[in-house]
């Protein structure tokens, strides 16, 4: 009886291990249900088994994100303490990464925002290294702190976006490489400014840019008004969506090009046939959550396809709670009963960039006056859609 036990598995044990060796439609289909960072080391076993994963990978186009709020256990932000075991479990090969956190935790001058400048021990990671470690090379990460931040938990789009105007939240918005959409990252600082870095950038005389968000940081400082402005002027010229704000600071792309403290500003440009976008202003006259939801609801008119689409929220820091009377989540909550499967992500900010810009036949543009961009006291929403 046991010997006939040990030939059944042995034969049924050659069989597996020839259709694992042999037949790229059952290893394909398994190859789907395993996470990128362990598929690409699985990839390594065979060449069958690395042409599925290629394939695999090719299918996973699909957006992803990871978001954390509340005080970390470790001595790192809480972004950072969840990422590090989250980003195992992604179902995607990461291409650009846009990462937004609420205070200065990754400056390369202090560990968390728990911590004063210089008191980083020396056996620690720096945590803007630690992050780019964990994503493939090649990958553009852009990282933005500001003063409070609106995020969509980990795990499901259909879940309430959050306002976390105090206390520490982050997230890391992961793109996939996708057949009709180009993600370009720039930045620029006073000396790299300039009309020929602005169209090398794909920022002007560019029929396939479609949307563009951008983050301004140190405008406050002398010369940041003309800085803006050299930006701001020839983008409201596009047909392109503008949207963004005035941010604290920026951790990602390394600011190689300027000193410390000089004005710049960082972006993400989305171009190509298969991206679609569209935003309108809260302003100031909107006060209440019945107003809030009419104006985003005016988003409804574009028709963008929910599937693969994004919203983003860029707020004034005087607005969320004391500016609705205490109440939490007004605005978020607003787009939420608007778009029940579309994640929210964005940011409270010193200042707005952006305008209502609902796309019709031809695209309804704003005035072409760059100061029509540039607000204070508003929240500007906005959709993306990326194929």
């Known amino acids: 009886m046991s010997e006939n036990q040990d030939f059944m598995d042995c034969v049924l044990g050659n069989k597996v291990s020839y259709v694992l060796s042999n037949v790229a439609e059952v290893v394909e289909r398994i190859l789907t249900f395993i996470p990128t960072k362990s598929l690409l080391r699985v990839s390594s076993v065979c060449r069958l088994w690395r042409n599925c994963a290629r394939r695999v990978l090719r299918t996973q186009q699909q957006l992803a994100w990871v978001s954390a709020s509340g005080a970390s256990d470790a001595d790192v932000h809480v972004l950072l303490s969840v ?11 990461p291409k650009t990464v846009l990462c937004m ?16 400048k210089g008191k980083t021990s020396p056996h620690i990671q720096d945590p803007v290294e630690e992050m780019r470690l964990l994503f493939p090379k090649g990958c553009d990460i852009m990282g933005v702190v500001a003063p409070g931040i609106v995020l969509t938990p980990s795990g ?45 950038a794909g920022l002007v005389d560019n029929p396939e840019l479609r949307v563009v968000l951008l983050f301004v940081y140190e405008v406050y400082k002398s010369g940041g008004a003309r800085f803006l402005s050299q930006i701001l002027e020839p983008l409201s010229k596009t047909k392109a969506l503008i949207a963004g704000g005035i941010v604290e600071n920026v951790f990602s792309p390394p600011r190689h090009c300027c000193s410390q403290g000089a004005c710049g500003v960082v972006g993400l440009a989305f171009c ?56 939490d989540n007004v605005e978020a909550h607003a787009f939420h009963k608007v778009f029940p499967t579309t994640p929210l992500f964005g940011l409270f900010g010193n200042g707005e960039i952006g305008c209502d810009r609902i796309i019709k036949d031809d695209y309804t543009l704003c005035d072409t006056d760059s100061d029509g961009l540039q607000h204070e006291y508003t929240t500007v929403m906005t959709l993306v859609h990326l194929g």
């Open 156 to 200: 499901s789009s259909s879940g309430p976006p959050q306002e976390h105007q105090e206390g520490e939240a982050g997230f890391a918005l992961m793109f996939p490489s996708t057949e009709g959409v180009q993600i370009k990252p720039f930045h620029f600082c006073k000396k790299t400014l300039s009309p020929m870095a602005l169209k090398e």
């Open 272 to 327: 190509g046939p298969k991206v679609q976008g569209a935003s309108v202003l809260l302003d100031q006259d909107v006060s209440s959550a019945t107003a809030a939801e009419a104006t985003i609801r005016r988003l409804k008119a574009t028709k963008i396809p929910e599937k693969n689409t994004l919203g983003f929220m860029f707020a004034c820091v005087g607005r969320g709670h004391n500016y609705y009377n205490n109440q």
């Open 83 to 93: 990422l590090t075991q989250e980003v195992e479990k992604v179902f995607l090969l």
């Open 101 to 116: 956190v609420d205070c200065e935790a990754f400056n390369g001058q202090s560990f968390n925002c728990r911590q004063s």
